[in-house]
């Protein structure tokens, strides 16, 4: 349409011009007397507009075709400009959803930096605790030394006043024989009676330091096949002096709060062995290092005293995970830990599955399973949670089979001691004795902590680890 006009106006102009340009080529033909006179110009018009005309009919094909041409460009173009408008609000749209997908991914981002903020605040506090503990811990040992200083002093004084004694009465014997036996019988049953006293109380100083250094198994209650497994491996082989046969270590796993740690823990301060408790660090260098500090510190200590090391190691999944770099170096480690370095290594952790194959594989890293206590068990933890505040076996009884037989799962030892201890304490402040009724309601009204699904997957792991 605008192309058409276009190309008709342009195509007037030059028929205009074309026919004057042509007549004036035409007229040399003609000549002037027939161009004048014999109708050669009408001629030359009429050849030049019939020229003209065919041009002008080419040259409006040409004009149909070529705005033919440009609308289907025009349509071409126009599509295509369609099709780029569609991908640009695809992109957009694409944008809008990655920038919302960067949102959610900075407010995670943000969630779990606090979450880590927080961990580190808690592994902080456990530092601090870990270092108030072993405080209190060399305090009882400085206390240990004192006494036995004490009580060898004790002995040496008791030593010297019987041989202090002997020679005053052999002297005396000597010079007042006849006149003073009665007092010389005086004196020596003085002297013995004294003797006999210091003797009770250097005794009771070497009771009280042994006490103090080996509060023990003696503090665990139930779990009679445990401590038997812990005393073959370690105790009964350092009896024979049959090094080589004591495990490079033994892995307690099982629920959490079934006193897995509390169990590592009184069954080294049982022995008369060395004890390092070793928290891994989130550093996997700086943490197998301090692991080789400590073991060549158990080596040194063996050569000095001929006493063992334990090393007590807590969540041992996140020391020696899976496809660990750590790992492995910590298999090269604890391959001859035993046998080298006199230095075994007592772990827990609630997730066996997660700690590396290579070292659940080494026959001289055994594995003991500790789960929620069974009846005969969980009679002498009540027992010992009780304190006597009731003994009633009726009563006991019932309140185990509430326990045992709980719907939900089960209560970890360290539940039922806190229930315990919480209607103990309320009785008290109220002034009451305990009742079981108290007892019977606090449990049916808590629910238990260790989980039905959670018990399941204990039984896989029992499987797994003795596949494995």
């Known amino acids: 349409m605008r192309i058409t006009s276009i190309s008709t106006i342009q195509m007037t102009n030059f028929k205009a011009k074309s026919i004057s340009s042509r007549m004036r080529d035409m007229r040399d033909e003609y000549g002037w007397w027939k161009w004048n006179t014999g109708g050669g110009k009408s001629e030359a018009r009429r050849r030049a507009e019939s020229q003209l005309n065919d041009e002008c009919n080419n040259s409006e094909r040409d004009a149909r075709i070529a705005e033919e041409k440009a ?31 960067t949102y959610q991914n900075n407010r995670t981002i943000d969630r779990l930096k606090a979450e880590t903020s927080s961990n580190a605040r808690t592994i902080s506090r456990n530092y601090q605790e870990a270092a108030r503990l072993i405080q209190e811990h060399n305090d009882l040992n400085n206390k240990l030394l004192h006494s036995i200083r004490e009580y060898s002093d004790l002995k040496d004084d008791a030593r010297k006043s019987k041989n202090k004694s002997n020679n005053y009465i052999n002297q005396k014997v000597k010079e007042v024989k006849n ?44 779990y009679d096949y445990a401590k038997a497994i812990l005393s073959r491996l370690f105790i009964e082989p350092s009896q024979y002096n049959n090094e080589t046969s004591v495990p490079n270590g033994v892995l307690l796993y099982g629920p959490q709060g079934c006193g897995k740690t509390t169990l590592a823990q009184a069954f080294a301060e049982s022995t008369d062995n060395k004890i390092v408790y070793f928290r891994p660090t989130m550093n996997n260098d700086k943490a197998y290092n301090q692991l080789v500090d400590i073991v060549n510190f158990a080596k040194e200590t063996f050569n000095n005293d001929k006493k063992r090391t334990f090393v007590i190691v807590d969540e041992f999944d996140s020391f020696a995970p899976k496809n660990n770099m750590r790992s492995k170096r910590m298999k090269n480690l604890t391959d001859f830990i ?30 003991i399973a500790i789960g929620p206590a069974e009846e005969e068990d969980l009679k002498q933890i009540i027992y010992r949670y009780l304190n006597g505040c009731f003994n009633n076996k009726a009563e006991i009884d019932k309140l185990i089979s509430i326990i045992l037989n709980n719907k939900n799962g089960k209560y970890s ?27 019977f309601e606090t449990f049916n009204n808590t629910i238990p902590d260790i989980t039905n699904k959670f018990l399941k997957h204990f039984k896989q792991q029992i499987q797994y680890m003795q596949k494995i």
């Open 413 to 439: 030892n360290s539940l039922i001691r806190d229930i315990i201890d919480n209607c103990i304490a309320r009785a008290n402040i109220m002034k009451l004795d305990l009742e079981a009724t108290q007892l």
């Open 338 to 367: 035993s046998e080298e370095y006199h230095c075994s290594i007592l772990a827990t952790t609630n997730f066996p599955k997660n700690i590396d194959p290579t070292l659940l594989r080494d026959e001289k890293l055994k594995k």
């Open 179 to 222: 006149n003073f036996k009665i007092k010389q019988d005086a004196n020596i049953t003085e002297t013995e009676t004294r003797m006999r006293n210091a003797d009770a109380l250097a005794e009771q100083l070497f009771k009280v330091s042994v006490s103090l250094q080996r509060t023990g198994l003696s503090q665990i209650q139930g």
């Open 71 to 101: 609308q289907s460009f025009y349509q071409y173009s126009k599509t295509k400009l369609e099709a780029q408008e569609t991908k640009i609000r695809e992109k957009q749209n694409t944008l809008s959803e990655l920038q919302y997908i």
